[in-house]
């Protein structure tokens, strides 16, 4: 009867790993086939606006037709059109270096708050996560109105006389790095804050024990134990900036798109769904692939260390 | 001081001069005060201990020796010479800290490395030193292991090879056993007496185990309250201590509070408030009518079920409880006066049945150098 018990909770067991995996294929690989179907189409003005559309009273005949009429053509203007590739490619420096920029500005503040006093700590994060308070739409409006012609940054510079004149800075880079920068702070800032936080200070006591001075103590000793918070604060930050589309849509110029741009103005703009697919899953397939190798490789490290 | 001084070398045979001196040394943290105006010399080739109740101070006197703290008054010399602004990395001692704080991305090897990697050793030294080192300790066969891989003893023996490595003028050990089982750390203890033995380096070592204290060290200082109460070898920190607070702290003991009533060449006279009259060996300095104590310990007591026919110290009671405990057995016996003597008693017969028993009549006896009076 115990037995019996045990297979009973062992069956209940196995159907609880089965709600995240149902969840994953619901919420996330049935979508992205949808989009892979739809990037594989061809645009039509139509409801909706691609072919084949799939008809199940067709029979095997119809799905015959409807595999047949699939194409990579999509893919192959990808490639071809220099728009798209620097468009790639504009999304992946942005990001590349926004994310550099962040770590360099959010470790040091992520650092002296894991120093600070513990009555500290709490009143610290919250000041982190306080803008999540307010819309995030709303922030970065508020900072195309700092950045504009007359805008609060010019009249501070003027007033200190570090400029003669009123620089431009709406619709630059420059620009859309703040923007992003001040968007993502809090990302980079917790998984760091969290690594670091839980940090032995005794470690930091050793290594000046063994000899070693505070500077090089921060290289041997703090950089590398806090290496999973700033893997985490990394891939937070520049996933979802390769895709960003609001900051450079309000923020930045409009000589060249990010690649949420492209996508936006291909799926709103020319109405063109199956191109748009295919830039969504040649986004994904270049942020996913790298992620996998990198977990692959640490799961290998963890094993040999063992 | 002078004399102190060759007790040590008589007993390491080290040359001695004092190789850490606290000098009048005040700590305070805000309000408390932690260390609290204390000297105390410590002389090269020492196992030293440090021992007291946790918040006495012992680990604060560590933490000053390795420069993780500045006193607030007085000054640390190291040698001769004053060390308190030399940060923690200049100075030529090593710690090894209670939670060992091996450093959890680094393999053992590297651990042991780090200190002689910061001196800037040739590589070849450091290998040959590192795996020198790994071989006392016995733990080659894990170099290449990273600490969170390792079991508790081994971490320890990790924490105590990187320290020692470095070959430090003073080995500091904070709390080195707390974290080991009861067998693991009879065991290491001995192998910690050896090891300093073979290095000839001084070491102080901070524990709140009076047992492991009296094993380790050949000289203890009692601390309470960031004072030193007494500093002596074990034998004497045992068999004389000089007030209520070491008799209680090291060991079991009776105490029995009582009045002078006479002293001489020949011993002093107490009247005890246990009810029973006891005589000592000792001269006292006190007029008489002071309050002092006489500390009694379990073991120097005699039991019997009959009244003594000789012995100067004699009290009559009756066994309230019997604890044995294989090699010896405890018994609590209740004087007339309602007073709880502990008494111990060594079982030298394999005969199961105790003779003496809960409840019975018994008389207990002590010779007059068995205690030990103490005025404070």
Not at chain 1, 81 to 104: F, G, K, N, P
Not at chain 1, 244 to 262: K, R
Not at chain 2, 89 to 108: C, E, G, K, S
Not at chain 2, 168 to 186: F, G, I, T
Request: charged share 20%; net charge neutral; hydrophobic share 50%.
């Amino acid at each position: 009867m115990a037995q019996a018990a045990r297979k009973r909770a062992g069956r209940a067991g196995g159907l609880l790993v089965l709600v995240p995996y149902a969840w994953l294929v619901l919420f996330f690989l049935v979508p992205f086939l949808i989009v892979l179907k739809i990037s594989l189409s061809a645009s039509a003005i139509a409801q909706p606006p691609y072919t084949p559309v799939f008809d199940p009273a067709g029979g095997l005949a119809g799905l015959k037709d409807f595999l047949g009429a699939l194409s990579p053509d999509n893919y192959a203007d990808l490639v071809t059109d220099r728009l798209y590739v620097a468009s790639y490619l504009r999304s992946l420096a942005i990001a590349a270096l926004s994310t550099l920029m962040l770590l360099l500005l959010a470790y040091p503040v992520a650092y002296g708050m894991a120093r600070a006093p513990r009555r500290w700590q709490g009143l610290l994060l919250v000041v982190v996560i306080l803008p999540f308070w307010t819309s995030f739409l709303i922030r970065v409006y508020a900072w195309v109105n700092i950045l504009q012609h007359d805008g609060l940054l010019n009249q501070v510079l003027l007033a200190l006389r570090i400029v003669d004149a009123p620089v431009t800075w709406l619709a630059t880079d420059t620009a859309i790095y703040i923007g992003i920068v001040y968007s993502y702070f809090p990302f980079m800032v917790l998984p760091l804050y969290a690594a670091l936080e839980k940090m032995d200070e005794s470690l930091l006591e050793a290594a000046a024990d063994l000899g070693c001075p505070r500077w090089r103590t921060f290289w041997l000793i703090t950089l590398p134990l806090s290496r999973p918070g700033i893997v985490a604060g990394v891939l937070l930050c520049f996933i979802p900036i390769v895709g960003e589309f609001v900051v450079p849509d309000l923020l930045g110029g409009s000589s060249t798109q990010m690649i949420g741009q492209t996508l936006w103005t291909q799926f709103f703009a020319n109405r063109d769904w199956p191109a748009a697919s295919s830039v969504a899953v040649v986004l994904l397939v270049l942020l996913v692939v790298p992620i996998v190798i990198y977990q692959h490789r640490q799961a290998r490290e963890l094993e040999v260390s063992r | 001081m002078a004399s102190e001084a060759q007790q040590a070398q008589a007993r390491t045979g080290a040359p001695a001069w004092p190789l850490v001196r606290f000098d009048t040394v005040t700590k305070r943290f805000g309000q408390t005060v932690a260390v609290d105006a204390l000297s105390l010399d410590i002389f090269a080739g020492e196992f030293f201990a440090l021992l007291g109740p946790s918040g006495c101070g012992k680990s604060t006197l560590l933490r000053l020796l390795a420069g993780f703290e500045t006193p607030s008054e007085g000054r640390v010399l190291l040698d001769g010479a004053a060390i308190d602004a030399v940060p923690p990395h200049r100075r030529p001692v090593n710690m090894m800290f209670q939670n060992y704080a091996l450093f959890p991305h680094l393999t053992v090897a590297k651990n042991v490395a780090f200190g002689l990697r910061q001196e800037g050793r040739p590589r070849a030294e450091i290998a040959q030193r590192v795996a020198a080192m790994l071989a006392l300790v016995k733990l080659e066969p894990f170099a290449r292991r990273k600490p969170d891989e390792l079991s508790g003893g081994q971490r320890q023996r990790v924490a105590l090879a990187r320290s020692l490595v470095k070959r430090p003028q003073v080995l500091l050990l904070d709390e080195p056993l707390a974290a080991l089982d009861k067998q693991l750390r009879h065991e290491t203890q001995f192998e910690l007496m050896d090891l300093q033995a073979r290095l000839a380096t001084t070491f102080v070592i901070v524990t709140h185990d009076q047992e492991e204290a009296m094993t380790v060290a050949d000289r203890i200082a009692v601390m309470d309250r960031g004072r030193i109460v007494q500093v002596g070898t074990p034998a004497e920190v045992y068999e004389q201590p000089n007030s209520r607070y070491v008799a209680s702290f090291v060991g079991d003991v009776n105490l029995i509070e009582g009045r002078l009533i006479m002293t001489g060449p020949g011993g002093s006279h107490i009247d005890s408030a246990a009810g029973v009259k006891l005589a000592t060996a000792q001269r006292l300095d006190g007029a008489p009518g002071a309050v002092v104590w006489v500390a009694l310990r379990p073991e120097k007591l005699r039991i019997a079920t009959e009244p003594p026919s000789s012995a100067e110290n004699c009290a009559a009671g009756r066994v309230v409880d019997v604890a044995y405990l294989g090699n010896v057995s405890l018994y609590k016996v209740r004087l007339e006066s309602g007073f709880i003597m502990k008494v111990q008693v060594p079982n030298l017969t394999r005969s199961v049945d105790r003779s003496i028993g809960t409840d019975e009549r018994v008389w207990l006896s002590w010779t007059p150098d068995a205690g030990v009076v103490l005025t404070g």
